[in-house]
Structures are given as structure tokens and as C-alpha cells.
């Protein structure tokens, strides 16, 4: 089987599931959400080992560096083979304090209700 040199990169990112679909990879690219050494690219552009593919899906970006190509879709440990992943870490999540939310048009509420709102906030009684 004669090694590939160079593979597309719609289909690439797509092979090594870095997107969910084959079309959504060439959206990607053609909204200006891929690129490859720093410069944006086409559907059609050509990738090679040792590129740099950044694909931003959602609110994440991806930053990963080519090591094999491959053109079909393959499993998930396969496909983790064929780049090195530099995408840094996530910040820690922030812990949000939970507030306290009534349904639209509940009206007012009860004395029993506000107490365990002024309980779930901290808040004595006043």
C-alpha cells in the first residue's frame, strides 16, 4: 500500500473526527473556521505531516499537528494516531452559586417559600 503525501483537509479533519460529518468539514473550512500553518484554508487544500491544523467547532478550537494521513474514517483510536493534539487545557470551571427562580407567573411568594429563600441565600432573618 503506497503511503499518501498529501490528503485534503475537509477530508482529513473529517477521517480523524475532529468534525461529526464530511460536509460539515467543508463548511468549516469554507466559513473560515479552519487553518492550516496559521493561514485560513479552502476545502480542497492540501495537508501534509508536520502541519499545523487549527479547526474551531462550536467554542472550542482544536490545535493539532498532522503525524499521519489518512483519507477514510477510521475508529477513534486509530484516528488519535494520526495527529499530535496541542489544544490547551480548559480553564476550571467557575462554581456558580445557585439562585433562586420561580416560573413565570407564580405570582408572589408564600411566607413558607420566602423563607427558604431567604435559607438558600444566606440570609437570616431580618
Known sequence: MDPLTTARVDSW????RLVKTRSLAGTECRGG??????????PS???????????RVGDVERIVVVSRLIVKRVSATVAAECY??????????????????????????TKRERRDIDRLLGRSGE
Open 33 to 42: 473556521h479552519v487553518q492550516v500553518n496559521g493561514a485560513k484554508a479552502k
Open 13 to 16: 479533519i473529517w477521517a480523524v
Open 84 to 109: 499530535i493534539d496541542n489544544t490547551p487545557a480548559p480553564p476550571p470551571r467557575e462554581e456558580v452559586p445557585i439562585t433562586a427562580q420561580r416560573d413565570r407567573g407564580a405570582g408572589r411568594p
Open 45 to 55: 487544500q492540501a495537508v501534509r505531516p508536520g502541519d499545523e491544523v487549527r479547526v
